[in-house]
């Protein structure tokens, strides 16, 4: 890993709001499926970059944007059909992203029926593919 | 946990910036059709305008491409991710929901809005349940079961607040 990366990370972590306890909480276990040899791994260094950069654009657009997507999101996936695990793993990312409750808005239909999504945003990516929406 | 690799950057289609270019986004044809299963609960007006008031992009209901192109204001580019989904079976449910959309749509946003001050009681909560165990037996949650759900918190007085935590129970 280089420090590029940990860079990376670090603005990862800012952009998210994630405490330093809940980072080493998620790292510690990171190691440790390392060490066991089941983590997972990503594609490259670039993607990784490049997703923490859709993430952290998510995260500085205006809520109402970031809101209808996630809302839109979730009606995207009722369109398709929501697994009950894929549904609730998607809930806790979208919790993790600050969207939770309008993805689960768009998800149950609260409020009225959200657009679908043509396209999903890569930062929501990790997201639509717990849901089957992307492969 | 996916990445998928960048394939292009995001153009607006029409000319205008798209938002969803900046969330890494790119208009596809392929989920296109994702959208009619829900076209029956739809209402004119179209939520999508009433995000949008502040946002920096005009959001428009009226069609798919306009919502993406509202989101290519934002100006970030991006790679492409493709939504996957079948068109057959999202029109048959968008025929079954033809049916019940203007009966339940207002009354279940109203309702849902009610602060959870209204609590329902034990046995709506627990006869609540019983309907939410059963919309997932086939392991798929689809518009129409969404929908029963919907009027069962109309009717049993359950908030949606309630609802998402005995979702997270049953789930979690």
Redesign the interface.
């Known amino acids: 890993m280089t420090a590029t990366e940990f860079a990376q990370l670090d603005a990862l972590q800012t952009a998210l709001g994630l405490s330093d306890s809940a980072r080493a909480e998620i790292e510690s276990k990171y190691e440790e499926a390392l060490v066991v040899g089941n983590a ?1 791994k ?2 490259s260094a ?3 970059v ?2 923490i ?2 993430v952290r ?2 995260k500085s ?2 809520p ?2 970031s ?3 996630a ?2 999101l979730g ?2 996936a ?8 894929g ?2 793993v998607a ?1 806790d990312w979208m919790t993790q992203l600050g969207l939770d409750r309008p993805f ?2 768009g ?17 929501l ?2 997201v ?2 717990t849901l ?4 | 946990m996916t990445v998928p690799d960048p394939e292009s950057s995001p153009e607006s289609e029409e000319g205008e910036v798209d938002p969803f270019a900046e969330l890494g986004v790119e208009a596809t044809a392929s989920a296109g059709s994702v959208s009619d299963g829900l076209e029956a609960f739809m209402e004119e007006d179209g939520e999508d305008e009433d995000t949008t008031e502040s946002g920096p992009v005009e959001l428009e209901s009226e069609g798919e491409e306009e919502d993406e192109d509202m989101f290519a204001t934002l100006g970030v580019a991006g790679p492409t991710v493709s939504l996957t989904s079948s068109s057959g079976e999202d029109d048959i449910l968008a025929a079954f929901m033809d049916d019940e959309e203007e009966e339940s749509q207002e009354p279940e946003v109203e309702e849902e809005s009610k602060p959870v001050e209204s609590a329902a009681q034990p046995d709506a909560k627990e006869a609540y349940r019983m309907v939410l165990d059963t919309v997932w037996v086939d392991g798929i949650l689809d518009p129409a079961e969404v929908n029963l759900l919907a009027r069962k918190r109309e009717d049993l007085g359950i908030s949606f607040e309630e609802h998402l935590a005995l979702v997270r129970d049953m789930l979690g």
């Not at chain 1, 998800?107 to 930062?123: E, T, Y």
């Open positions: 997972p990503g594609e670039e993607s990784l490049e997703w950069d859709a654009a998510l657009v205006h109402d944007i809101s209808g997507l809302r839109r009606a995207t009722l369109r398709a059909g929501i697994p009950p695990c549904y609730i809930y689960a808005e998800a149950w239909m609260v409020g009225g029926v959200a657009p679908a999504l043509n396209s999903v945003p890569l930062a990516a990790p639509a593919h089957n929406l992307i492969d």
